[in-house]
């Protein structure tokens, strides 16, 4: 099973530029999620997708946005990047229903260096 | 907002000490509760997880964590640490139902010394 997939691994932008990070789950997941994660503050939540078509706000989603149009894909959307989105990015997938059976954790994929100079 | 602490940003242990490492929540509701593991350069790999049933969860390596719902804590232990255990640790708290996010603590930088 592949699981998360996330391209690119690297990626260096100038400021300004705008670029997406891509996500793809072969899990049938339901939830997905893209994180960023900074020396010493944890992963912080960036947007977040309860299903196809749903999207929502996580703690930090200025300057950045997010579309689910299928199950599989949950791209990430940077429009003018900045020095301070200089961070590595987590795209993560999970299984939640109502009646709780069947939930999962979270599956990360291996993340994207992102650097903005 | 719903919020996760993690008390200790950095533990230093010699190998075979015992190990406890403090997560608390703020959500009051259903909670599902997660510790993650992630090994310098690596993606974040599941330890172990609660959702429902006995709150003593045992996970992979010899890890537990015991959810008591009365302190909002899940504290990650284990008895006898090893070399091979030094990396990075994080609560990760999923509400029930009301938002659904999935919320990580800041993390805890172990490092075990041989």
């Known amino acids: 099973n592949a699981g998360v997939t996330q391209t690119p691994k690297f990626r260096i932008l100038k400021i300004g530029q705008s670029m997406t990070l891509q996500c793809t789950q072969d899990m049938n997941h339901n939830y997905m999620y893209w994180y960023r994660q900074d020396p010493g503050m944890g992963l912080k939540l960036i947007y977040y997708s309860v299903g196809a078509g749903i999207t929502d706000k996580g703690e930090v989603p200025n300057g950045y946005n997010v579309s689910r149009s299928t199950t599989e894909d949950f791209p990430l959307r940077l429009e003018l990047a900045a020095p301070s989105q200089t961070s590595v990015y987590f795209c993560?997938?999970?299984?939640?229903?109502?009646?709780?059976?069947?939930?999962?954790?979270?599956?990360f994929g291996q993340g994207t260096r992102l650097t903005v100079v | 907002a719903q919020s996760v602490s993690q008390h200790n940003h950095h533990v230093i242990l010699s190998e075979a000490a015992s190990l406890e490492l403090g997560c608390n929540y703020s959500?009051?509701?259903?909670?599902?509760l997660f510790w993650y593991v992630q090994y310098p350069g690596q993606h974040l790999q599941l330890l172990l997880k609660y959702f429902s049933g006995d709150p003593l969860v045992k996970g992979i390596k010899g890890f537990e964590a015991e959810f008591i719902k009365s302190k909002f804590s899940f504290n990650l232990r284990k008895p006898s640490v090893q070399w091979s255990d030094t990396a990075e640790y994080f609560c990760?708290?999923?509400?029930?139902?009301?938002?659904?996010?999935?919320?990580f603590g800041t993390g805890t930088l172990l490092a075990v010394q041989p």
């Open positions: 990760a708290v999923k509400d029930g139902g009301a938002t659904n996010k999935l919320i």
């Open positions: 959500y009051g509701g259903t909670v599902n």
């Open positions: 993560a997938s999970s299984y939640s229903a109502g009646t709780g059976y069947g939930n999962t954790e979270a599956f």
